[in-house]
């Protein structure tokens, strides 16, 4: 299994501004995947990152407005850039073991945009 | 239109009786699917796969898939006050395929 910690557990910002939320795995993961989840609704992909590579953008997820960084095997970092209130949702990072597909969540990123 | 479409969107069970949640797949590539559980304000996780028509027990909960229907349901017998949360259906084009696409879920509440 995989153990996934994100930082912060909940943030408050004000339109326009960015914001930055971390995702650190217990062991070494090839992808760090992206949720986004409104309020007990469906879980969005928004993208998927690998160590040293562009993430992948599904669609309606941009990079210039959800940059995402993997620098190693074990740390993905999603930034959330010119926040508008439509972005208030639970960010979640997720990601499996090669010998398994299912998939481990963090705890998610409860975002409010006023 | 939504490729996973779940059913009830909220069910009350009484304690120890049975809970039963469907699932259907409008595309028919997507035929891998997975159980997720979600408390509140806590991450999905995963309860059980069903990747081949019938039956698969895991304890207390029982899937079964249907491919030629792409319909499968899961049913948690014996409920608990603990099974209370909201749960989703994810399917899959194939196996190797990461890019599960979820429904938009079953609140179940057992109630004591």
């Known amino acids: 299994s995989v153990l996934l910690y994100q930082k912060p557990n909940r943030d408050i910002c004000q339109s326009g501004t960015s914001l930055k939320i971390q995702c650190v795995a217990d062991?070494?993961?090839?992808?760090m995947f992206w949720y986004q989840q409104f309020q007990e609704q469906s879980l969005m992909l928004m993208a998927t990152a690998n160590e040293g590579s562009e993430a992948t953008y599904e669609s309606g997820f941009t990079k210039d407005k959800f940059p995402i960084s993997r620098p190693n095997l074990t740390f993905s970092t999603l930034t959330v850039n010119n926040a508008r209130p439509g972005d208030s949702s639970i960010y979640f990072c997720?990601?499996?073991?090669?010998?398994?597909?299912?998939?481990?969540f963090g705890h998610g990123t409860k975002l409010s945009v006023l | 239109q939504q490729k996973v479409q779940q059913s009830p969107e909220s069910l009350s069970v009484p304690e120890g009786g049975m809970a039963s949640l469907n699932c259907t797949s409008s595309?028919?590539?997507?035929?891998y699917f997975w159980w997720y559980r979600q408390h509140s304000g806590e991450g999905p996780k995963a309860l059980m796969s069903i990747f081949s028509d019938g039956d698969k027990k895991e304890g207390r909960f029982t899937a079964h898939l249907n491919k030629a229907s792409l319909h499968v349901s899961l049913h948690i017998r014996d409920s608990q006050p603990s099974d209370s949360a909201l749960y989703f259906c994810a399917a899959s084009s194939n196996t190797g395929n990461y890019k599960y696409v979820f429904g938009a879920g079953t609140r179940l509440k057992v109630i004591a």
């Open positions: 062991s070494q993961v090839v992808s």
């Open positions: 595309d028919r590539n997507f035929q």
């Open positions: 997720s990601s499996k073991t090669i010998s398994n597909e299912r998939l481990f």
